[in-house]
């Protein structure tokens, strides 16, 4: 069982910078792929991104492409998500999440998730 643990979430002003911050428990950090998502009042929950084991691949969400990055430091059971350039559309609650399968967009290929952290991005 993996316990995930978000923070970092805020407000900010429209082209400003948050980094969140995933913090796993567990000794096998490592063999997990990693996926951040988010969801706003009355939408679906969407993919944001997400990155290999080894953190060395991601994939994209389009509405996010060349604005976030993601980021891990398996060593500090640990997982980023750099966002710039915020846009008010950002605004959600952002969710980390571990999966054994592979980095994929469907959040149905996770198998645990974080509790969450708000992101209000303001015009």
């Known amino acids: 069982q993996v316990q995930l643990v978000e923070s970092g979430g805020g407000l900010v002003q429209a082209g400003g910078s948050l980094r969140l911050s995933c913090v796993a428990s567990?000794?096998?950090?490592?063999?997990?792929?990693m996926g951040w998502f988010r969801q706003a009042p009355g939408k679906e929950r969407e993919f944001v991104i997400a990155?290999?084991?080894?953190?060395?691949?991601?994939i994209y969400a389009d509405s996010v492409k060349g604005r976030f990055t993601v980021s891990r430091d398996n060593a500090k059971n640990t997982v980023y998500l750099q966002m710039n350039s915020l846009k008010p559309e950002d605004t959600a609650v952002y969710y980390c999440?571990?999966?054994?399968?592979?980095?994929?967009?469907?959040?149905?290929?996770?198998?645990?998730w974080g509790q969450g952290t708000q992101v209000t991005v303001s015009s």
């Open positions: 567990g000794r096998t950090f490592s063999s997990y792929v």
């Open positions: 999440a571990a999966g054994s399968r592979s980095y994929s967009r469907r959040k149905d290929e996770y198998d645990y």
């Open positions: 990155t290999s084991r080894s953190g060395g691949a991601t």
